[in-house]
């Protein structure tokens, strides 16, 4: 049996994540009880949202006060939040806290004070009006400046940083990840409510950041769908209930053993990411692969040099019987072939580890595409 490293690769905060289901924040709702109560079937938790200045305490105040939403209210954010994050500390949950400010020094006075055991979720996330006026929530994603500001102040304190943010509110996705990359966030937690698997795939094709999607995932199928474009984790919030996070872990860790790329995107062909190049063929004839290397400035002939240097001296290299000499320009494990599948049993290698190795060959491509940090003349 594999370990969860082995399985699905997943790091945060220098912790193993031992499984892609994560627990999203709610105001009032998600606190470390919440999560201890879940805690076998999660390998990352986001408590809160918690306010952490005066300017998002009294919002907080304002909507609770409507009695519509429950909030975390509090007089010392910083004991509240070290008493929430102290119960969580033998877990093996990865701890993330959600928090709501609304200025860079609120951000960074409360990693000063809690250290980086956790990871700081910006919540750009809130549409409550009275969060927004004071300068929180989706104010940020309409003001991104601001949002970089406030990475940056989280960064300069060595902390690992997430950005919660909900797809479409932005001006432009595009520009706002690469904007947000620029400045130094390592994970983007996404909804999708209003937007879907297309804003995912653009999302995933900008950035080379951990991505978790969000959008009431409550089946494998939806999660599998949000894995193959892009997502490196999937959270849940109001359906996060034990029996649906025990259903998720379950599926996703049987598919990851049986299949070997737990999250293997769709073919470029078929509507998949720019990890698909792993399983696209030699630029010959005119398919959605020529389009995308030229829209990442990737030549035809370094394209080819890329992934031909890639898998040298690894079992990919071979494949004689295939259309194009090598198991490098061979397609999904999962799409028919009888060349492809000829070669590998010829050579004794699973499926399931031939999957592996594209992941692996997929990693290469994709540092290729994303070797630069981008320039942040926008910040």
């Known amino acids: 049996m594999m370990d969860a490293f082995e399985r699905f690769g997943l790091i945060i905060n220098d912790h193993v994540v031992r499984t892609p289901v994560a627990i999203a924040s709610m105001a009032g709702i998600v606190d470390a009880r919440y999560v201890l109560d879940r805690k076998a079937h999660a390998g990352v938790a986001f408590m809160g949202g918690f306010a952490i200045d005066a300017p998002t305490l009294d919002a907080a105040q304002a909507i609770a006060a409507g009695g519509e939403r429950k909030e975390f209210l509090y007089d010392n954010p910083v004991a509240a939040l070290r008493a929430e994050i102290d119960q969580l500390k033998t877990c093996d949950v990865v701890t993330g806290i959600n928090l709501r400010g609304s200025s860079p020094t609120s951000f960074a006075a409360i990693a000063d004070s809690l250290g980086d055991d956790v990871v700081y979720e910006i919540d750009a996330h809130c549409r409550q009006a009275p969060m927004v006026a004071a300068g929180a929530g989706e104010y940020y994603l309409k003001n991104p400046g601001a949002l970089v500001a406030v990475i940056k102040a989280l960064k300069a304190k060595e902390v690992t940083v997430s950005v919660k943010m909900r797809a479409g509110v932005a001006a432009n996705d595009r520009a706002l990840v690469r904007m947000l990359w620029g400045a130094g966030a390592d994970i983007l937690h996404v909804d999708l409510m209003d937007t879907g698997i297309a804003k995912l795939r653009q999302i995933r094709n900008s950035c080379p950041l951990l991505i978790i999607a969000n959008n009431s995932i409550t089946t494998f199928d939806k999660m599998r769908d949000m894995l193959s474009h892009g997502a490196d984790i999937v959270s849940l919030a109001r359906q996060s209930d034990e029996h649906t996070l025990a259903g998720l872990d379950a599926a996703i860790t049987r598919y990851a053993d049986e299949e070997g790329w737990y999250n293997s995107p769709k073919q470029l062909c078929r509507g998949g990411d720019l990890r698909a190049l792993a399983f696209c063929c030699m630029p010959v004839k005119e398919c959605p692969l020529i389009p995308a290397l030229s ?85």
């Open 295 to 379: 829209r990442i400035g990737l030549s035809k002939e370094e394209y080819v040099r890329l992934k031909l240097g890639a898998v040298k001296g690894t079992p990919l290299e071979g494949g004689p019987h295939t259309c194009f000499g090598s198991l490098a320009w061979c397609c999904k494990a999962s799409s028919p072939c009888m060349f492809r599948d000829m070669t590998l049993a010829q050579a004794g290698i699973p499926k399931k580890e031939y999957m592996r190795r594209k992941h692996e060959l997929s990693d290469i491509v994709m540092s290729r595409v994303f070797h630069d940090v981008p320039p942040d003349e926008c910040c």
